[in-house]
């Protein structure tokens, strides 16, 4: 499984290669492919850890700022409060709350550089000019990874806590949180808005790539919120509506935002290269005219076959035909009939007493053999010797 599963992944990244650099090289070996996927997660490994061990030297600062959420919640006063509110029950609860705490800290001040490592992965190929863009997107994808963190802290976090003690309430259940779940709620609650809020930049790299474009996503941005809610729901950690509601909210604005991006940057593609993007209108024009013959009727029937068409022809002309009225104004003109054809051999005969199969001259659309002429010339020689007799 995990085999096919990297084969589409090296796959999608020979094909960005291609895009980028424009040049028709070889495909890279699948080894080469694996090589380059280790040397990006040893790269992201030994930047977590470096970066973890000097966060958990401020452990309890962290620990303090991770409590904070319940302050801003009102389910406490204060953080003296706050610590005393929690409860532990795992003798290494404490020292991997204080490991988690310290691993998110570090994913979110290391985010720029684990960002450049995958991005180097999964675009390469790039050339010096789009290597100098390569920074301000690090910049605006660090931006936007700072704000979902910091509005999942400050806004979201809050409002979920509340939330659930008030329905804890409501049943007459008392809370009692314990420590290590409070951690691992409230980390992956503030790391989950952090990486949703990375919307913008899978998009317009997307777009960059040609894989999207301001026509495809003005048209399906229906589509687009659906996906969106159903990620809202998938990812979040709890499953009450607010929740996903405060986290679909900004990524519909962020959606929106990223159509405006790709409008900007298609009118500006279109003002540096007219030709490129003349010669695409005019394929998908052709394309829509192939394709609109028979689908764009309203009467079609994609499973009618040629011959329920001629069908449906004759029925159409027999109704259109009108019968003529029962009394003419006019009689109808006389037919001449005929003349008789005249045949010397079968003067005198009664045609009717005679069979098809008696004599030869029975047949006369049939040719007659030889035999049977030289009969016919014996009789009519008989018959005219007779006669002078």
């Not at 291609?18 to 790269?43: A, C, Q, Y």
């Not at 790039?126 to 979902?148: C, D, Q, R, S, Y």
């Amino acid at each position: 499984m995990w085999s096919g599963i990297l084969q589409k992944v090296f796959k999608v990244r020979e094909k960005v290669a291609l895009n980028l650099s424009g040049s028709g090289d070889e495909e890279k070996p699948f080894m080469e492919h694996l090589e380059d996927l280790r040397t990006m997660i040893v790269r992201i490994v030994v930047t977590l850890v470096a970066s973890t061990i000097g966060t958990f030297v401020f452990y309890k600062e962290l620990f303090q700022a991770i409590l904070y959420p319940l302050v801003l919640s009102g389910l406490v006063k204060d953080l003296e409060e706050a610590k005393g509110y929690l409860i532990n029950t795992d003798v290494a609860g404490p020292f991997m709350m204080a490991v988690n705490v310290s691993l998110i800290a570090a994913v979110i001040i290391s985010f720029p550089l684990l960002l450049i490592f995958l991005l180097q992965f999964i675009l390469p190929g790039l050339k010096p000019n789009e290597k100098k863009l390569l920074f301000p997107a690090i910049g605006i994808g660090t931006g936007l990874f700072l704000t979902g963190t910091l509005f999942g802290y400050w806004v979201v976090l809050p409002k979920a806590l509340l939330f659930f003690d008030q329905f804890a309430e409501s049943l007459g259940a008392k809370q009692m949180w314990e420590l290590s779940q409070y951690i691992t709620f409230a980390t992956r609650f503030i790391l989950v808005f952090g990486i949703s809020f990375e919307l913008p930049v899978i998009v317009m790299a997307l777009v960059k790539l040609d894989f999207l474009n301001f026509r495809i996503m003005i048209s399906t941005w229906r589509h687009a919120l659906v996906a969106i809610a159903l990620f809202a729901a998938i990812i979040t950690p709890t499953p009450d509506v607010l929740t996903m509601m405060l986290m679909s909210g900004p990524l519909y604005v962020l959606y929106a935002i990223c159509i405006w991006l790709a409008y900007m940057m298609e009118k500006k593609d279109r003002a540096a290269y007219p030709e490129y993007y003349a010669q695409i209108e005019k394929d998908e024009k052709e394309l829509e005219k192939e394709g609109s013959d028979d689908w764009d009727n309203e009467n079609y029937n994609p499973w009618s076959s040629a011959d329920d068409d001629d069908d449906d022809d004759k029925d159409s002309s027999r109704k259109d035909y009108k019968k003529p009225s029962a009394s003419p104004s006019a009689p109808p003109p006389e037919v001449e009939k005929p003349a008789p054809v005249e045949d010397d051999y079968y003067q005198g005969e009664d045609q009717s007493s005679q069979m098809p199969d008696d004599e030869p001259d029975a047949r006369p659309n049939e040719e007659k053999t030889l035999e049977e002429l030289a009969r016919e010339d014996e009789k009519r020689s008989g018959g005219s010797e007779s006669k002078d007799g």
